[in-house]
């Protein structure tokens, strides 16, 4: 009985050892990469894997946030109906003062960056108008975003400006979040899809000594630093 527990363990450690000396090998490289014709001693204090995350895990955190993002949006934005729609669709008729600059909006004659960007806002508009109320709702959030924020700059209100350009962003990270959640729920649960290190190591050049703590993300697939937080010792 001893034994069959002992060989799945001794597996393990196997794995984890060889894992940890793969982890190193490119840590070392990418530090002494930033040390080139410069002569220093580097050594290392101590390799660990703190955090193995798996796709199921993920998948779920990042559904579970951008529900809840979504839910606090859906408060904020609790007046929006048709109407609303509609009236902000002829907010820049008022701020141009003609009723036909949207004929000349969607003419080849109107070809500025921001005629291109409020053919794209209109467009979007007239489509939530058309299926109200079964629009997809962060689309919503976001063209009336547009609107809030183009009323703001009309009148130079930059609390308010950058009020709604802080939310457009949120919900940009929303959206990405939710492409990436879906695309996790797709895989394996168990695969795991990063590792994050924490590695201690000392640089001596010459006389002076530092001992650097950071985290290093790997991607599984190809063992490869994905990103860099410093740990403070």
Not at 208 to 229: E, G, H, L, R, W
């Amino acid at each position: 009985m001893k034994k069959r527990l002992i060989l799945p363990l001794f597996a393990i450690a196997l794995l984890s050892c060889n894992l940890n000396s793969e982890f190193e090998a490119e840590i070392k490289t990418s530090i002494l990469d930033k040390y080139k014709g410069i002569d220093v001693e580097y050594d290392v204090i101590s390799t660990n894997v703190i955090e193995t995350l798996k796709a199921g895990e993920q998948s779920q955190s990042l559904h579970k946030f951008c529900d809840s993002m979504t839910m606090v949006l859906t408060d904020l934005f609790s007046d929006v109906n048709k109407e609303k729609l509609i009236e902000y669709r002829a907010q820049e008729l008022k701020f141009k003062g003609r009723d036909d600059y949207y004929d000349f909006l969607f003419s080849t004659d109107c070809d500025s960056p921001f005629c291109e960007e409020l053919r794209n806002v209109i467009t979007t508009t007239d489509d939530l108008i058309a299926h109200y109320p079964d629009v997809e709702k962060l689309t919503l959030y976001k063209n009336v975003c547009w609107y809030r924020g183009r009323y703001a700059r009309y009148y130079d209100l930059k609390k308010e400006y950058n009020l709604y350009e802080n939310m457009a962003s949120t919900i940009d990270l929303i959206q990405r979040n939710e492409v990436i959640a879906d695309s996790l729920s797709k895989l394996d649960p168990a695969k795991i899809i990063k590792y994050t290190v924490r590695h201690t190591f000392a640089i001596r050049i010459g006389e002076k000594s530092q001992t650097t703590c950071n985290d290093y993300s790997f991607d599984p697939d190809n063992m490869s630093i994905i990103d860099v937080k410093p740990v403070v010792l």
